[in-house]
């Protein structure tokens, strides 16, 4: 065979060998004791069988001889989870009182915690001189018992003990296979016990077992929060997959804050009555609504024609039949004829009714002179004058580039800023009213139209094709309809109306039971109104948000609100200038970010 074959089986043979023996460490005879019950031959002591020491007794001195029947029992200074147990007999083949052939037959193992507690061994390997005890899995062993059956003398020069290696910290048992979760330090090798408590999530005297479901934290003592569908929150973090309706935060133990519930507390309480919160989980008012409201979460506005406390009480007489305040039930336009009062509920004593065609007469002139005003008032708003001044001026952004632009309103009492050449910057409001009007400002000219009270009409979807196919060239019918679609304000804006410099156009505030509301901020007016509403989708409320564009000084209330309600797409209905002028501030960034 070849020098280099020879090396390959060389080293096969060694890693063969490694592996056989790896993991087995000889327990140290420091600090162990022998005893037996039998007679001893000469001097051939218990204590010669655990010095380290085997061969030839006539030589090393280093054999115990026990006349049968007899045990020999060796305790370990600990319990050690034990490998494998040989047991040395003498190796000369020669004895005056003792046959070398029968000195290890007829002999039983045992071991175990203690001697009361011992499981007999089977030997694997066994010869005159020599007896082996392999046990698979290691076994928890603190004495070992020798017994030896029959006449004669029972030899042994060596009792060798090998135990498994120690266990990586986080480990224990037999082949260090079960793992323990201890706060600081390794565990117990032999049960697992952790002297310093156990980690977040797990419990036991190993700790080896998981909080129960509901718990989590050390020593599964917290209660998990109101997690979403019942669910458990993470046993060592106690982190909820999503948090109930009516809690938020990582916890899910934070409910939510007065005047939101639901999912994720991202929707506002109706208007319950005194402003008392809603009930946080399912929005519902505790007691009535107020007034000019109904429904349990308090968000229907009373019908026409209704109004007050549970929309119980009907509404006067009012002119044109228009509906009364759904609040304080007035009209917004005065009694019909024959009725007086804020409510128009008191009747015209019958001495005044006197000649009806006159007093028809009369009323017709009233509504007359009052249709005209009204006319005339919003053509003089609606009177070009300056539609056509700013046609000229260049866009100020362009190209992908940011310019610092002045957005200061400009009213009737000031002129646009002009910039560089002579460029007017400011156009952000070049479509103002008339002086009279105390700066507010129009997005784009009013309707001349009279408003007609009748039902507007309903078509099926599936006929809405066939219906404009047939009539897009009647320009009545569509005229008519547009008609009837309601114009103007028609909720309270009692917040708006107060929020100096945050609406940018007049007549365009944002209702008060459907605004977004920000978080406030300490020492800043109206640091929670921005002009924008909700808008409920097709099964559910506020699902999306209707704002105007923002503009400096209103960016920043724009993006905390799109943080605040966690808006993720935002669809701009307008370009940044039209014709001239500037409708919307460029409020997010291209080729670079941009922080507000």
Sequence with gaps: MYTKEWIYLFVLGLVLRTRICAGNVRVSTQGATLSTNGSIWDTWAVERAFDGRTGNPGECGCCAAIE??????????????????????????????????????????????????????????????KRTYDIRPPQAMQAIRVIGLETEYMTICEIEVYRQEDCMN??????????????????????????????????????????????YGRDCLTQCGYCLNNAYCNKTSGVCPGCAAGYNGSLCKDECENGSHGLRCQNMCGNCQN?????????????????????????????????????LTQCGKCLNNTACNKTSGMCPDGCAAGYTGSLCIGVIQSELIGPAV???????????????????????????????????????????KDFKIDQTPTTSDTKPLKGPNG??????????????????????????????????RLIAVDKLQEFVRDNYQNKTIFQQDFDKIPYGLQHPTIVASAATGKNRYKDMYAYDHSRVILRTIADEPNSDYINACHVDGYMEEKKYIASQGPVNPLIGDFWRMVWEQDVFII??????????????????????????
Excluded at 428 to 452: M, Q
Excluded at 574 to 581: A, F, I, P, Q, S
């Design 423 to 456: 460029a007017i910057l400011n156009a952000v409001y070049a479509n103002t009213g008339s002086p009279e009007e105390d700066g507010l400002y129009y997005n784009s000219e009013p309707l001349h139209r009279k408003r007609k009270r009748t039902e507007i």
């Design 275 to 311: 402003k008392v919160p809603c009930n946080k989980v399912s929005g519902v008012c505790p007691g009535e609504c107020e007034p000019g409201y109904n429904g349990t979460m308090c968000k229907d506005a009373c019908d026409n024609g209704w109004y007050g406390q549970s929309c």
């Design 170 to 215: 986080g480990t224990y048992g037999p082949n260090c296979e079960s793992r323990c979760h201890c706060l600081k330090g390794p565990c117990d090798t032999i049960n697992g016990t952790c002297g310093s408590g156990c980690q977040a999530g797990w419990r036991g005297a190993a700790c080896n077992e998981t909080c129960d479901n509901g718990l």
């Design 68 to 129: 049968r029947p007899t045990w020999l029992q060796l305790n370990l200074p600990q319990t050690y989870f034990v490998k494998r147990v040989v047991l040395q007999g003498r190796t000369d083949r020669h004895s005056i009182s003792v046959d070398v052939e029968h000195q290890l037959r007829n002999i039983v193992m045992v071991g175990g915690y203690d001697e009361h507690h011992m499981t007999e061994q089977n030997a694997t390997l066994f010869s005159d001189i």
């Design 571 to 596: 669809v701009m209905a307008t370009k940044l200038v039209e014709e001239g002028k500037m409708k919307c501030l460029k409020y997010w960034g291209e080729s670079k970010p941009i922080i507000h």
């Design 358 to 400: 006159g007093g028809s007469i009369g009323g017709i002139v009233i509504i007359a002179i009052v249709i005209v005003s009204i006319i005339a008032i919003r053509r003089r708003r609606s009177t070009p004058t300056k539609r056509h001044q700013f046609d000229d001026i260049p866009v100020a952004i362009q190209n992908g």
